[in-house]
DNA sequence: TTGAAATGTTAGCTATGGCTAAGTCGAAGA
DNA sequence: TCTTCGACTTAGCCATAGCTAACATTTCAA
């Protein structure tokens, strides 16, 4: 049953990386609306405190993802540029997916959400193919 | 943007919750092929050490979801089993769609393993139209 | 029947991600 | 200029989910 294992393994990893995932595509997506990324937009689009933002950031800090100074404006690194970039993608092609297969427009952003953290390439493939 | 706060609320939610719905139908699964459940078999499909069963098992007996004695084998509440069909209900619909759209058999299972906690029953009723 | 192996439990460590409360900084208005 | 208010940080709490190590119990075979 190591393949059985494996297969876990794998989820809880993409559970431990989904967090990750979402912060540095909402900080791209707040430097490309806003200009740039503060704590407190972070913190009120994913509804949780300031505190709770802080903490996260300086762990995308120590990963190498985010860079900033001390009560500026947070940046993404390339490392970070290129996660968001993938997320971001990712995000788009399962949404359009859902779309194309009837779920409402509400909804399919919802479950993409989660969903999007879980997608094989082959999966990922498989839905941009039929989305058209 | 309070809408996109409850989103990502939901999102944290499911994360959360799939814990606890990977070991309902676990035990379940393990009670149908094998006639009991055993710490030690859940340890070791899911890849982790039996002192983690022990610790996850424990919350789960708290939220009433599993009744065992000490040292003996695991069984499932009322809610517990109602829980491990909805999940097992779940992931059939979500590996027979993968399946359909010419993901790969073993893939199709391991993907659907992360998805499944994460679909609404808008986008879980789409799968089950579209896949026959 | 008894002792070793398998299984289960417990204690205690780490890291994460929530929170509140309190303190620090910076920018904008009186 | 100076003060104040909003934004950021820090400390410290809780719960979860991993781990190892040590201990308890059960089971099985010699």
Same mark, same amino acid.
Request: aromatic fraction near 4%; glycine fraction near 6%; include cysteine.
């Given at each position: 049953?190591?393949?059985?294992? @494996? #297969?876990?393994?794998?989820?809880?990893?993409?559970?431990?990386?989904? !967090? =990750? +995932?979402?912060?540095?595509?909402?900080? *791209? &997506?707040?430097?490309?609306?806003?200009?740039?990324?503060?704590?407190?937009?972070?913190?009120?689009?994913?509804?949780?405190?300031?505190?709770?933002?802080?903490?996260?950031?300086?762990?995308?800090?120590? @990963? #190498?993802?985010?860079?900033?100074?001390?009560?500026?404006?947070?940046? !993404? =690194? +390339?490392?970070?540029?290129?996660?968001? *970039? &993938?997320?971001?993608?990712?995000?788009?092609?399962?949404?359009?997916?859902?779309?194309?297969?009837?779920?409402?427009?509400?909804?399919?952003?919802?479950?993409?959400?989660?969903?999007?953290?879980?997608?094989?390439?082959?999966?990922?493939?498989?839905?941009?193919?039929?989305?058209?």
């Amino acid at each position: 049953m190591a393949e059985q294992a @494996e #297969g876990f393994r794998r989820s809880r990893e993409a559970r431990r990386n989904a !967090l =990750t +995932d979402d912060y540095v595509e909402m900080i *791209a &997506d707040l430097i490309a609306t806003d200009g740039e990324a503060r704590s407190v937009d972070i913190a009120c689009r994913f509804g949780v405190t300031q505190a709770t933002v802080a903490k996260t950031i300086l762990r995308l800090k120590r @990963e #190498g993802l985010v860079a900033a100074e001390r009560y500026g404006a947070l940046h !993404l =690194t +390339d490392s970070g540029k290129a996660k968001a *970039a &993938d997320a971001r993608a990712r995000h788009q092609v399962v949404v359009a997916f859902l779309k194309r297969i009837g779920v409402s427009p509400d909804i399919a952003e919802r479950d993409a959400e989660g969903i999007e953290h879980h997608v094989s390439e082959e999966t990922l493939a498989a839905f941009a193919r039929l989305s058209g």
